[in-house]
């Protein structure tokens, strides 16, 4: 799987290439997002491989067309405070202070993760050769284990989790987040076969 690994990780960079360039003229700064790491872990034990506790806030949506399975953007409640403070320079945020999100907050938040996963989808469904089509998406502000049982009802123990750590970067900031890509089992070996027939043409 290394090679293919390979290949959705470049899937992942490309996406943040376009996801920088969207948050940047959005913002009116520049906003570097990256995407270091991608892995897959069975869903019956990503709770315990994940090292996520307490609130999360997550933008998901579910795959309508094209693929089979969900799309979740997560980012750490403490991450997210950070983030909406590195997008509006408010050192003092009320946000922070107050530990709920602004409708403001919600909204920044909300416009990034559109970006986040409209990239990633764009570029996955170049790679497959095929249309994705993503629900209307949903923002959830819940402790982690409840995200995590919400999310796998309807998906059997054998269904994969596609991780893909996101980092924002602007200047001295620095906020990871998790990106997840929860396939049923034939839309795992759909991207392996894609990965494969990339492979052979090289």
């Known amino acids: 799987m290394k090679d293919e690994m390979d ?20 913002l ?8 270091p790491s991608v892995s897959i872990l069975p869903q019956k034990t990503a709770h315990d491989d994940i090292p996520i506790q307490g609130m999360v806030l997550t933008m998901q949506v579910q795959i309508l067309s094209g693929l089979q399975g969900k799309i979740v953007f997560m980012l ?37 993760g559109n970006i986040i996963i409209s990239s990633y989808i764009n570029s996955l469904s ?3 050769k095929k ?10 502000n819940a402790p982690f284990k409840e995200v995590i ?10 269904n994969y989790i596609l991780v893909v750590e996101a980092v924002f970067e602007e200047e001295e ?6 990106f997840w890509l929860i396939l049923t089992p034939g839309a795992a ?8 027939d990339m492979l052979k043409n090289i």
């Open 7 to 26: 290949i959705l990780k470049e899937v992942g960079t490309t996406a943040a290439a376009h996801g920088s360039i969207a948050l940047s003229e959005i």
């Open 28 to 35: 009116g700064r520049k906003i570097i997002l990256k995407l």
């Open 76 to 112: 750490e409640e403490q991450s997210a405070f950070k983030l909406i403070d590195m997008c509006y320079k408010t050192k003092n945020s009320d946000d922070k202070k107050t530990g709920l999100f602004t409708e403001m907050g919600m909204s920044v938040i909300k416009e990034i």
């Open 126 to 128: 170049f790679f497959i």
């Open 131 to 140: 249309p994705i089509i993503p629900s209307f998406p949903i923002l959830i």
């Open 149 to 158: 049982s919400n999310l796998m009802p309807g998906y059997k123990d054998e």
């Open 173 to 178: 900031n620095k906020i990871k987040g998790n």
């Open 189 to 196: 070996e759909e991207i392996k076969k894609a990965c494969k």
